[in-house]
């Protein structure tokens, strides 16, 4: 099976601009979730999606939102970009919400705000 | 509020030696406990993981320790070898109600030849 890919690998914005990123899960995972990794901040939860529905949301602002297709595909959207939106992004697929599924990483979308 | 914390953000070991990552955690909620390990340009992929029903899980070189009553958990590499140079997260997971994975911050081990 084909892993998770994420689009686009590298993005770079100026402030008060918005980015959508994409995530494709693994065939037949239906839980998409995304993280944001900082330097000293490790992996800091975002959302989870499953089956088209926002199921978990992590301590960010609204200017971070998600969505999920009916083929499990996800898109991350930040609007009115900030320099400290600068990250690693990376999401994950797992193959139902229950939490002790193993999840499967992308490589991540490396955003860098100026 | 960092709820599952890695103290140590880098460790050195010589090739063949025990590593030893550790990991702490404030909520009691946490009812299991994963460790992926990362490579620089990847994603991070998945080692092992434990739940809070035992103490201790094996897989080959690597095992976790959990000792609850002190809300700790540990990650062995024995013997270790210049492929585990990496960073090693720990994650933590409440299985009841509404779940969602808390990652520590990470532990980057390097291990010399």
């Known amino acids: 099976k084909a892993g998770v890919t994420q689009t686009p690998r590298y993005l770079i914005k100026t402030r008060g601009q918005q980015v959508t990123l994409s995530c494709s899960p693994i065939s037949g995972h239906r839980s998409v979730s995304w993280y944001q990794q900082t330097p000293g901040q490790g992996l800091q939860f975002l959302f989870e999606y499953f089956s088209e529905t926002q199921r978990n949301k992590g301590n960010f602002p609204g200017r971070f939102s998600g969505r999920q297709f009916s083929n499990s595909r996800s898109e991350m959207n930040v609007s009115t970009l900030e320099l400290g939106d600068s990250a690693l992004y990376l999401c994950a697929s797992s193959p139902s919400s229950v939490g002790t599924d193993t999840q499967y990483f992308g490589p991540g979308t490396r955003l860098t705000v100026l | 509020d960092q709820q599952v914390k890695q103290n140590s953000p880098s460790l050195s070991v010589q090739e063949g030696r025990i590593s030893i990552l550790n990991c702490d955690y404030t909520n009691s909620m946490f009812d299991y406990f994963l460790w992926y390990k990362k490579y620089p340009a990847e994603g991070p992929t998945f080692l092992i993981s434990i739940s809070s029903i035992k103490d201790k899980n094996e897989d080959g070189r690597f095992t976790v320790f959990l000792n609850k009553s002190a809300k700790h958990l540990s990650l062995h590499i024995v013997p270790s070898q210049p492929g585990d140079s990496a960073v090693y997260f720990c994650?933590?997971?409440?299985?009841?109600?509404?779940?969602?994975?808390?990652f520590g911050t990470g532990t980057r081990l390097k291990v010399l030849a």
């Open positions: 994650a933590a997971i409440t299985t009841s109600g509404t779940y969602k994975y808390i």
